[in-house]
């Protein structure tokens, strides 16, 4: 189907970008890469009069380290954090750009859109919320810095006002002993996944000092699961302590039936996903290179 007629505008700053959502008000929307908007207005679910595009905004796509943290440009696409040997510090973020989709919506979706769009089934509000990130926000008052973990409130809804955009992602290095890991269940590569699970784990040696455990694509927003962090914090990560995280991870899990399966199957499933990630995560915090696919149905 043909998405309604619309108006293209093409920004050449973030600042003009926000000044003309203001004037051309709440008819018009940013574009970014348009892997969820176009495709929802050519279904018409969306239908904006006015669209802004990003994409040409020189110096919005970048990927540097400044002092103890990773600076992505909103504009930054997923395939160029895929391949960027600075994001690849944090291996958990290559875990999550490389299991997006396919190459073509890799190709042009963004970071800034995956989080503006909070979609309960995107993969990086999932990853991020393990780290301490932080997004750099620009709106017609000015700049704001907001936490990740305020910053998405309601399925697809966030606390940006409506011609606010996000301008660039934060993320904090993790201390020394530190490891990350991020594992989706997908039925076939261009689809959401069915469940997935990000861990963060700092240990001293064989002992969990913290960790930080998300679940996606199992309730509207991204589930923390206190639970299964309380199971591992303070303790030896041993078989009882990983079987307490999982069976708190599946009572934390809230999913809908659906045709990816039952809320049984999720519920299994979330846990199953937990158990491969705590295992990869402390082999990281360990030192150990360990590369990681999505799981495939
Ligand atoms: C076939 C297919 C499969 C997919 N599978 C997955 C998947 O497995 N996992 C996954 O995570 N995602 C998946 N996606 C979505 C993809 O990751 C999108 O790139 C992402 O959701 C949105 O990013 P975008 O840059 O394309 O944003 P757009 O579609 O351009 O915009 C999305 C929304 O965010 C707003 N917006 C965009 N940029 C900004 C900004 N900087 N500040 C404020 N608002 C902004 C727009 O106004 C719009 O409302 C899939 C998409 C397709 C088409």
């Known amino acids: 189907m043909y ?8 920004a050449s700053s973030l600042r003009e970008a926000v000044t003309m959502l203001s004037q051309l008000g709440e008819d018009a929307r940013f574009l970014a890469g348009g892997q969820s ?4 207005m050519k279904l018409r679910f969306s239908n904006p009069s006015h669209l802004v595009d990003l994409s040409f905004v020189p110096g919005a796509a970048y990927i540097k380290q400044e002092r103890s943290a990773l ?9 160029e954090i895929e391949n960027s040997a600075t994001a690849a ?35 990086w509000a999932t990853v991020l919320l393990t780290q301490e990130t932080e997004l750099r926000c620009l709106g017609p008052s000015g700049e704001r810095t907001v936490p990740l973990r305020g910053f ?14 996000i301008q ?46 998300t679940l996606g694509c199992v309730g509207l ?51 199953a996903l937990l158990k491969r990630a705590i295992e990869i995560a402390m082999r990281r915090a360990r030192g150990e290179q360990v590369e990681v696919s999505h799981i495939y149905a």
């Open 89 to 123: 510090m944090l291996p958990v973020l290559h875990d999550c750009a490389a299991g997006i989709a396919d190459v073509q919506v890799r190709n042009r979706g963004t970071i800034g859109g995956s989080l503006a769009e909070a979609d309960p089934s995107g993969d």
């Open 168 to 213: 660039e992602v934060i993320v904090r290095i993790p201390p020394p002993g530190s490891g990350g890991a991020y594992l989706a269940f997908k039925r076939s590569a261009p689809v959401y996944p069915t469940a997935s699970v990000a861990v963060q784990l700092t240990m001293d040696g064989g002992v969990c000092k913290d960790a930080v455990i």
């Open 221 to 271: 927003t991204v589930v923390r699961s206190e639970g299964s962090e309380a199971a591992l914090r303070g303790h030896e990560i041993d078989d009882k302590a990983i079987a307490a995280a999982m069976e708190a991870a599946r009572a934390a899990a809230d999913p809908q039936a659906d045709m990816r399966g039952s809320v049984e199957y999720k519920r299994v499933l979330v846990a």
């Open 71 to 79: 600076h992505f440009g909103a504009l930054t696409r997923h395939s």
């Open 37 to 40: 908007l176009i495709p929802l």
């Open 3 to 10: 998405p309604r007629p619309f108006h293209y505008h093409r």
């Open 152 to 165: 998405i409130t309601d399925a697809y809804t966030t606390v940006l006002g409506h011609d606010e955009l």
